[in-house]
């Protein structure tokens, strides 16, 4: 089991359902980065599309990259109402997720 760290990592990946239009994803990622600049527990964000090369990323096309700083600010976020209302937004157009939370 890892030590704890000195700070959290939130990895969330998506894939779109395929009736889900670009505009609806600029929306979700809009959102979802905005996102940092509502809820003061999130550290720092970064995201990008995939481009890897090695066709083993099971229908994700999204990656989110979030930095807390413990599990509390992590969970704090998680429950947030601006957290809630972005998956209620992005939930009909996923059709994979993947989350991986680790420490850093």
């Known amino acids: 089991m890892a030590e704890q760290g000195d700070c959290l990592r939130h990895v969330v990946m998506f894939g779109f359902k395929p009736d889900t239009s670009d505009g609806q994803v600029r929306e979700i990622e809009e959102t ?39 599990e509390a600010d992590r969970d704090s976020y998680l429950v947030h109402p601006d957290h809630v209302a972005f998956g209620k937004l992005v939930r009909p157009h996923v059709a994979t997720v993947t989350v991986v939370d680790y420490w850093c």
Do not use: D
């Open 32 to 70: 979802l980065v905005g996102l940092k600049t509502r809820i003061s527990e999130i550290q720092s964000m970064e995201w990008g599309l995939n481009i890897s090369p090695e066709g083993k990323a099971r229908g994700h096309t999204h990656c989110f990259f979030m930095t807390f700083k413990n």
